[in-house]
């Protein structure tokens, strides 16, 4: 029962259950432990936008780790994040809020323009409100501070994907 959870297209995915992506925990799948790396490829894909190449291998290590999600791609510049987004097409971004080579805000706007369902979270330290109102102006779906909310990334991707298999039960 459990792989058949995880057995979605892309574009199987509603818009709707993207948004519906909160808070939840992980599955049952995850924590008993039947999910084999078949089922990783029906599993969210995020592309992880750090400049700080520790945090980029620390948020790699925790989503792969907790098998929620599977990263496809990861850069720490604007322009290559621009590429790879469209190259690899992910269901949702990480994505700093200062990368090398300037802000997001454009990107976090590109990023909503071309694929409104693509799930984007921003996980920044400059966490002040006027940041925060603006990437959520934007349409970044999270913003998130990385002293105090760095776990949260996790539970949003666990959210994503628990949201996702409800597709199947249905």
């Known amino acids: 029962a459990c792989r058949e959870f995880f057995r979605h297209e892309p574009h199987e995915r509603p818009t709707a259950l993207r948004a519906a992506a909160g808070l939840a925990g992980a599955g049952d799948c995850i924590q008993s432990g039947c999910m084999n790396t078949e089922d990783r490829t ?17 948020l790699r290590s925790m989503i792969e780790e907790s098998g929620i999600a599977t990263v496809v791609g990861e850069d720490g510049s604007i322009a ?21 080579d300037g802000t997001s805000y454009a990107l976090i706007e590109e990023i909503k323009r071309t694929r409104p369902d693509c799930l984007v979270m921003v996980l920044t330290n400059f966490a002040v409100r006027a940041y925060r109102d603006r990437c959520l102006a934007l349409g970044a779906d999270h913003f998130f501070e ?21 597709i199947k039960r249905a």
């Open 42 to 58: 029906n599993l969210p894909r995020v592309l992880l936008a750090e400049d700080s190449l520790p945090i980029r291998e620390r």
């Open 80 to 100: 290559r994040v621009r590429q790879l987004f469209k190259q690899l097409e992910p269901d949702a971004v990480v994505l700093d809020l200062q990368l090398a």
């Open 146 to 166: 990385k002293s105090v909310e760095f776990d949260r990334v996790v539970e949003v991707l666990a959210a994503l994907r628990d949201a996702w298999a409800s």
